[in-house]
């Protein structure tokens, strides 16, 4: 059995984070992520923008100043999905932080004083302490309001691949946060590759 001081659930942004500060600080950690580094992430479009600022001047996209996202080839002030999970990925590999691939935590119990037993594919892990940074990103959420249930065409804003679909359609777009403000941008202005100038259009 594997015993740990503590073990991190998860290898997005919130568990990598934690697995930095967590080595920086000599505590014997393990991060546990049941697919790849940043897996939330890769399950949506790659080329979708991030309205985070990513460069030196202002940069809101960085977990870390140690290793910022800026550093990297990536487009600029904004950049997309796909750039931010190589950088998760290289984040990972700058830190060598102490990941465990494909194992995804089946149960969790507790023993006492002795802490947590994580049942994984492989083996069973001891934790006196654990962080759980599945996050939101992953776990998509429909408000229970009348009628959405039964109409296919409501669907949530992880499951968006391209606005073409949209196409001399109306539509509604229900939150204000950033997957909402980066979906009308991108239904709204025909932008060319590269640019983060787009000329309006109406879909």
Request: with cysteine.
């Amino acid at each position: 059995m594997i015993e740990k001081e503590l073990v991190i659930i998860g290898a997005g942004p919130a568990g990598l984070k934690a697995g930095e500060e967590a080595k920086r600080h000599e505590i014997d950690y393990l991060i546990l992520e049941k697919g790849k580094v940043g897996q939330a992430w890769r399950d949506i479009r790659t080329n979708m923008p991030m309205l985070s600022p990513c460069h030196p001047q202002r940069d809101w996209t960085s977990i870390s100043d140690c290793f910022p996202i800026w550093k990297l080839d990536i487009t600029r002030p904004f950049c997309n999905a796909g750039e931010f999970v190589t950088y998760l990925q290289k984040y990972a590999e700058h830190f060598d932080l102490n990941i465990q691939l494909k194992a995804e935590v089946r149960d969790i119990r507790t023993t006492g004083n002795a802490g947590f037993i994580l049942d994984t594919p492989t083996s069973p892990i001891r934790a006196k302490n654990i962080i759980v940074s599945t996050g939101f990103f992953g776990n998509p959420f429909i408000p229970d309001i009348i009628g959405f249930a039964q109409n296919k065409l409501i669907s949530h804003s992880h499951f968006y691949k391209s606005p073409h679909v949209f196409k001399r359609k109306r539509v509604a777009i229900l939150g204000g946060g950033n997957s909402a403000a980066e979906i009308a941008i991108e239904i709204s202005f025909e932008r060319k590759p590269g640019s983060t100038v787009g000329t309006k259009r109406w879909i």
